[in-house]
């Protein structure tokens, strides 16, 4: 029993250790954190896609909100200040079928923080990607042609 427990110790000491390092690592990556989740912000723009590609490059995916904490805490305080309140790409898309949108990971939106008269699609123009347009607490995603080029936020949830 003894031997156990101090098995289990170590076990416990070496997943703190790796944690740690772990998070180290992202930190000297260019990575934040809020509780358990890590966002990485381009300082770059690229088209949704190609923003999507990069963070699962980097063993993440675009940012999904699903939160109203996520949303205020994070994004129109936290994530504003860093980015100088620039246009952003989030996971957010109805590529699949006009209309219903999805989160990048398959969840469908049920929670959502769009600004007035959005998403409205302009006739015409695919806009099937959603950005971060402007920093209202409560209205700030658009629907944009996913072509266009914007930066964007990486996500990363430690479990």
Request: net charge negative.
């Given at each position: 029993?003894?031997?156990?427990?101090l098995?289990?110790?170590?076990?416990?000491i070496?997943?703190?250790?790796l944690?740690f390092?772990?998070?180290?690592?992202?930190?000297?990556?260019?990575?934040v954190?809020f509780?358990?989740?890590?966002?990485?912000?381009?300082?770059?723009?690229k088209?949704w896609?190609q923003?999507r590609?990069?963070c699962?490059q980097?063993?993440?995916?675009?940012?999904?909100?699903?939160?109203?904490?996520e949303?205020?805490?994070?994004?129109v305080?936290?994530?504003?200040?860093l980015t100088?309140?620039?246009?952003i790409?989030i996971?957010?898309?109805d590529?699949?079928?006009?209309?219903?949108?999805?989160?990048?990971?398959?969840?469908?939106?049920?929670?959502?923080?769009?600004?007035s008269?959005?998403?409205?699609g302009?006739?015409?123009?695919?806009?099937?990607?959603a950005?971060?347009?402007?920093?209202?607490?409560?209205?700030?995603?658009n629907d944009?042609?996913?072509?266009?080029?914007?930066?964007w936020i990486?996500?990363?949830?430690?479990?």
């Amino acid at each position: 029993a003894v031997v156990l427990g101090l098995l289990c110790l170590l076990l416990l000491i070496g997943l703190i250790t790796l944690s740690f390092l772990f998070q180290t690592a992202l930190f000297s990556q260019g990575w934040v954190s809020f509780r358990n989740h890590f966002y990485y912000i381009s300082s770059g723009k690229k088209s949704w896609q190609q923003s999507r590609n990069d963070c699962l490059q980097k063993g993440a995916d675009l940012v999904i909100i699903n939160s109203h904490e996520e949303q205020v805490c994070c994004f129109v305080f936290f994530i504003a200040s860093l980015t100088f309140k620039q246009l952003i790409w989030i996971g957010l898309t109805d590529m699949e079928r006009e209309g219903k949108w999805k989160w990048v990971d398959g969840t469908p939106l049920t929670t959502s923080y769009w600004s007035s008269h959005e998403p409205n699609g302009v006739p015409g123009r695919d806009e099937d990607c959603a950005e971060i347009k402007n920093y209202d607490l409560e209205k700030s995603w658009n629907d944009e042609s996913c072509h266009l080029e914007r930066f964007w936020i990486c996500e990363k949830i430690l479990s």
